[in-house]
């Protein structure tokens, strides 16, 4: 399993929220997410998005469609702030 994370601000977390969770639902389907989760500073400016992959191709699938231009574009629309800071990781061991 390879995690992805990012990490940007929102202009408006409300609108953020209702847009990712449309797109985190046909994201699912498209690019093989297997579990999301969201974290938000306490200020509410701030979020972390996780999405768990079961492979680094689908990785490339989804960071090739976030580096759309009309797809940044959308998002900018909906509250979100760039740059996006995004980087994959795999567990190890402890």
Excluded at 36 to 52: I, M, P, S
Excluded at 81 to 94: G, I, L, N
């Amino acid at each position: 399993m390879i995690t992805l994370f990012g990490s940007h601000d929102v202009s408006d977390y409300e609108k953020w929220k209702s847009f990712f969770d449309m797109f985190v639902g046909q994201a699912e389907v498209d690019h093989a997410i297997q579990e999301t989760k969201v974290y938000r500073t306490v200020d509410g400016g701030r979020v972390v998005v996780t999405h768990t992959f079961n492979s680094k191709e689908d990785v490339d699938k989804h960071l090739a469609m976030m580096a759309d231009p009309e797809g940044q574009e959308m998002a900018k629309q909906n509250g979100v702030v760039f740059p996006v800071t995004m980087w994959a990781a795999e567990e190890v061991d402890s």
